[in-house]
């Protein structure tokens, strides 16, 4: 009986707590799934806007390797230095690039002044030479290039050399007679690098002297071109004999079969070529990876291998059929000085030479 009236009990109370709406318990919330956090490489990715102002080729090269590695696609145009800069600091208030690269890093200054490039010192600067590494991060060389005389030598055995003129071995051998109207060069006032050797005759002969050689020089000159590069092709073809040129982009026609030799005088002048991050970017993490990137030992191997500019990392070797940097005889180049007295320079040399050519 007691047992009955046990079980009747239990009925009544579970049909009770039914007609009053009983709930279960809710379960217990599931612990939130602890997400792996990404490696280094996953975390890249995406894409990087550059204006180059290297060789088209190189920038392709550059563009390849660098997706390879981090996987970052990279959209780039290609501009001259100058036209580069300008459309850097007309863009300052709506930034179109990630990354300016290519060009000597005297076209950098005003960019930085202006307040145009992210500050961002490389993990992998340390161990590089100091000149090569801005003290203020708005800027960072990855090579560098070096002036040399450029001669046709087919032109040169045939029309010089029988009137006695030997090989040219320095700056001031360009000023013999027999090169007027046979030698060319590129405008100081449009080409960095024919500013850069204006600047290198003042810095080994001091400004009156230095004048005086222009001034002399510029009785040989055919006519001047507005871009450094341009002088290459017409002595490497034939059109001219002499000029003036980057000994990289030189050698690399040399390489494609032109009857081309390169001299490097002593005294001469050099490039650190340069990269930058554009301040207010799109990509500026991206921006950070390529100026890494630029540092590396593969990146600075490739750099040689196919544009034969000289690395800035002593553990890589200098290109292949041009001496080691310690064997060349640099003059003793004052960028901040350069960059100071440029628009004087340029407007002398505006006033004095090409302003009294016939």
């Avoid at 449009?190 to 204006?198: E, L, M, P, R």
């Avoid at 490497?236 to 040399?254: C, L, N, P, R, V």
Wanted: hydrophobic share 40%.
């Amino acid at each position: 009986m007691k047992k009955f009236l046990s079980l009747a009990l239990a009925l009544m109370m579970i049909l009770s707590l039914a007609a009053c709406g009983g709930k279960e318990e809710p379960a217990p919330e599931k612990e939130p799934e602890q997400t792996e956090q990404p490696s280094e490489e996953t975390k890249t990715g995406g894409k990087l806007v550059v204006y180059s102002a290297l060789n088209e080729d190189n920038t392709i090269a550059i563009a390849d390797q660098f997706k390879k590695d981090t996987g970052i696609e990279i959209e780039y145009i290609s501009l001259g230095g100058g036209d580069a800069v300008a459309r850097v600091q007309a863009e300052m208030g709506n930034p179109k690039a990630d990354v300016l690269v290519g060009g000597s890093v005297d076209l950098y200054g005003s960019l930085a002044e202006a307040g145009a490039f992210e500050a961002y010192d490389s993990p992998n600067n340390d161990d590089l030479d100091t000149r090569f590494n801005d003290p203020n991060h708005f800027w960072q060389g990855w090579y560098m290039g070096v002036l040399s005389i450029i001669i046709n030598e087919d032109r040169f055995e045939k029309e010089l050399a029988p009137k006695g003129v030997k090989m040219p071995e320095t700056w001031d051998d360009l000023l013999d007679p027999n090169y007027k109207n046979v030698f060319v060069w590129a405008n100081p006032t449009t080409a960095g690098g024919a500013y850069i050797a204006t600047a290198c005759q003042i810095f080994r002969l001091g400004e009156d002297a230095a004048w005086d050689y222009l001034k002399e020089l510029d009785k040989n000159v055919h006519h001047y071109y507005k871009g450094a590069g341009d002088v290459i092709s017409p002595v490497a073809t034939g059109e001219f004999i002499a000029s003036i040129a980057w000994g990289h982009d030189s050698f690399k026609t040399q390489k494609e079969g032109y009857p081309l030799k390169l001299i490097i005088p002593k005294q001469t002048a050099y490039e650190i070529g340069g990269s930058a991050i554009v301040k207010g970017g799109p990509n500026t993490e991206n921006a950070k990876v390529f100026i890494d990137w630029l540092l590396t030992k593969e990146a600075q191997e490739l750099s040689v291998a196919t544009s034969y500019r000289y690395p800035v990392r002593d553990d890589v070797a200098a290109p292949e059929g041009l001496p080691a940097l310690n064997e060349v005889d640099l003059v003793d180049y004052d960028r901040d000085q350069a960059a100071s007295m440029k628009e004087a320079v340029l407007e002398k040399f505006d006033a004095e030479i090409t302003s009294n050519r016939a």
